[in-house]
């Protein structure tokens, strides 16, 4: 127990260090506009301790992994904390990677958030080492989930740097129908990010302040003369806007003067989560507009054009070939671990080598989604702002497939562990 408190604490460190490294980077890019004629010997030294902030982060971010898969006994990939924990490691270590090849501080202003947020991410979940199930006590788990975790890690830096060329690229200034379309698109990429940011810090909120309303829903099964009744508990960590569907109230606590749900989950929504995934998805949208709009209300503009000036001076065909390169290393390495890899092991654990179970449907989406990418790059030509865009919708549909599929469609997968 003593290693696994340990093992907590260096995520903690590791966390901090991140976000002392996000600090600097935004110093080295930012402060490089008072700095004159030194604008650029004012990125490379601050830009050079923020790299050194980011690479002990690391240090201690491997240190929790190795001493919780000591304590744990067995590798710290199954279930959403583990996961999640290992994927912003590993986005760290190809931001690392990436990082000693280009040598753009720009990128870590981009790269080292996802790497916060996801941690951030991974804490809302249950941090208790849970015993494999059977279908996980194998050494398939380790090169599977490890390999398609590093793919993915490659896709989000592609991500990062593709994002990066279109605030570079993108006219904000301009009032031609393509241009507002594409402000659009990028304005809804920043408002998909702090939807993420406002669900992670509502859920801290109200779990700091020991929120907890429960319910009982009772469930019928079975034919006509054979039927089975089922009763079953489900807890709520955020007030509940949207009750259960056929549900009684056991303890609710008051909130904004909230006695009850404001209405119940629809029939189709029947199982014992489905209500309460339901009810978060709708307080992150709501906390989601909240934040955003202030954020709008402080820059008095939109995000997407509040940040195309610290894109100034950085050469846009340079993010281009650094989204480029970060998919094409991250490709070959998801389909050895999301695909090939995983169908063997399924043929294992399971006997079949494809199911059609919703991960792995996602997981096929994701592969022919980054195969198109590379086909059109190199066949096609789509260079610049084509080949941005599928850069970000693949890691978004990366993401979907990590979280949507994980948490909200039941399927084989679904140990993942939800709370």
């Given at each position: 127990m003593k290693l696994l408190d340990f093992s907590s604490n260096m995520f903690v460190v590791a966390f901090f260090l991140y976000c002392a490294a996000f600090i600097l980077f935004a110093v080295a890019v930012m402060g490089r506009r008072w700095s004159n004629r030194d604008s650029e010997a004012h990125m490379k030294k601050w830009g050079g301790i923020a790299f050194l902030g980011s690479s002990l982060g690391l240090i201690f971010h491997l240190i929790f992994f190795v001493t919780r898969w000591i304590g744990g006994e067995h590798i710290p990939v199954s279930n959403m904390y583990e996961f999640m924990s290992f994927l912003s490691m590993m986005v760290m270590v190809a931001f690392t990677v990436v990082y000693l090849i280009y040598r753009k501080t720009l990128l870590g202003l981009f790269a080292v958030p996802i790497t916060i947020i996801i941690m951030a991410y991974a804490a809302v979940f249950p941090q208790e080492v849970q015993p494999l199930i059977p279908s996980l006590q194998s050494y398939w788990l380790k090169i599977h989930v490890t390999l398609a975790a590093a793919g993915e890690s490659f896709f989000a830096?592609?991500?990062?740097?593709?994002?990066?060329?279109?605030?570079?690229?993108?006219?904000?200034?301009?009032?031609?129908?393509?241009?507002?379309?594409?402000?659009?698109?990028?304005?809804?990429?920043?408002?998909?990010?702090?939807?993420?940011?406002?669900?992670?810090?509502?859920?801290?909120?109200?779990?700091?302040?020991?929120?907890?309303?429960?319910?009982?829903?009772?469930?019928?099964?079975?034919?006509?003369?054979?039927?089975?009744?089922?009763?079953?508990?489900?807890?709520?960590?955020?007030?509940?806007?949207?009750?259960?569907?056929?549900?009684?109230?056991?303890?609710?606590?008051?909130?904004?003067?909230?006695?009850?749900?404001?209405?119940?989950?629809?029939?189709?929504?029947?199982?014992?989560?489905?209500?309460?995934?339901?009810?978060?998805?709708?307080?992150?949208?709501?906390?989601?507009?909240?934040?955003?709009?202030?954020?709008?209300?402080?820059?008095?503009?939109?995000?997407?054009?509040?940040?195309?000036?610290?894109?100034?001076?950085?050469?846009?065909?340079?993010?281009?070939?650094?989204?480029?390169?970060?998919?094409?290393?991250?490709?070959?390495?998801?389909?050895?671990?999301?695909?090939?890899?995983?169908?063997?092991?399924?043929q294992i654990a399971w006997g079949i080598f494809w199911s059609w179970d919703p991960k792995e449907v996602w997981a096929l989406i994701c592969w022919l989604f980054y195969s198109a990418y590379l086909h059109l790059r190199l066949s096609r030509g789509w260079q610049g702002s084509n080949s941005a865009w599928l850069a970000v919708i693949g890691f978004l549909v990366v993401m979907f497939t990590l979280v949507g599929v994980n948490l909200v469609i039941a399927g084989l997968h679904s140990y993942a562990g939800v709370e």
């Amino acid at each position: 127990m003593k290693l696994l408190d340990f093992s907590s604490n260096m995520f903690v460190v590791a966390f901090f260090l991140y976000c002392a490294a996000f600090i600097l980077f935004a110093v080295a890019v930012m402060g490089r506009r008072w700095s004159n004629r030194d604008s650029e010997a004012h990125m490379k030294k601050w830009g050079g301790i923020a790299f050194l902030g980011s690479s002990l982060g690391l240090i201690f971010h491997l240190i929790f992994f190795v001493t919780r898969w000591i304590g744990g006994e067995h590798i710290p990939v199954s279930n959403m904390y583990e996961f999640m924990s290992f994927l912003s490691m590993m986005v760290m270590v190809a931001f690392t990677v990436v990082y000693l090849i280009y040598r753009k501080t720009l990128l870590g202003l981009f790269a080292v958030p996802i790497t916060i947020i996801i941690m951030a991410y991974a804490a809302v979940f249950p941090q208790e080492v849970q015993p494999l199930i059977p279908s996980l006590q194998s050494y398939w788990l380790k090169i599977h989930v490890t390999l398609a975790a590093a793919g993915e890690s490659f896709f989000a830096i592609g991500f990062a740097a593709g994002f990066m060329y279109l605030i570079r690229t993108v006219d904000f200034k301009s009032k031609e129908k393509k241009a507002k379309k594409q402000q659009r698109w990028v304005e809804v990429i920043f408002f998909s990010i702090i939807l993420v940011i406002s669900f992670i810090a509502t859920v801290f909120i109200f779990r700091s302040g020991g929120y907890e309303s429960v319910f009982t829903q009772t469930k019928v099964t079975g034919q006509v003369g054979a039927q089975t009744t089922i009763t079953e508990k489900v807890s709520y960590k955020l007030p509940p806007i949207v009750g259960p569907y056929h549900s009684k109230i056991e303890s609710y606590e008051p909130f904004l003067g909230m006695s009850k749900p404001l209405f119940n989950a629809p029939s189709w929504m029947n199982g014992v989560n489905a209500g309460r995934k339901f009810n978060t998805i709708i307080w992150s949208v709501l906390t989601g507009l909240i934040l955003y709009g202030i954020l709008r209300l402080i820059v008095r503009k939109p995000l997407g054009r509040a940040a195309s000036p610290l894109m100034d001076g950085i050469d846009a065909d340079d993010l281009d070939e650094i989204s480029y390169r970060a998919i094409a290393i991250g490709f070959p390495i998801f389909t050895l671990g999301a695909l090939i890899f995983a169908m063997i092991w399924a043929q294992i654990a399971w006997g079949i080598f494809w199911s059609w179970d919703p991960k792995e449907v996602w997981a096929l989406i994701c592969w022919l989604f980054y195969s198109a990418y590379l086909h059109l790059r190199l066949s096609r030509g789509w260079q610049g702002s084509n080949s941005a865009w599928l850069a970000v919708i693949g890691f978004l549909v990366v993401m979907f497939t990590l979280v949507g599929v994980n948490l909200v469609i039941a399927g084989l997968h679904s140990y993942a562990g939800v709370e």
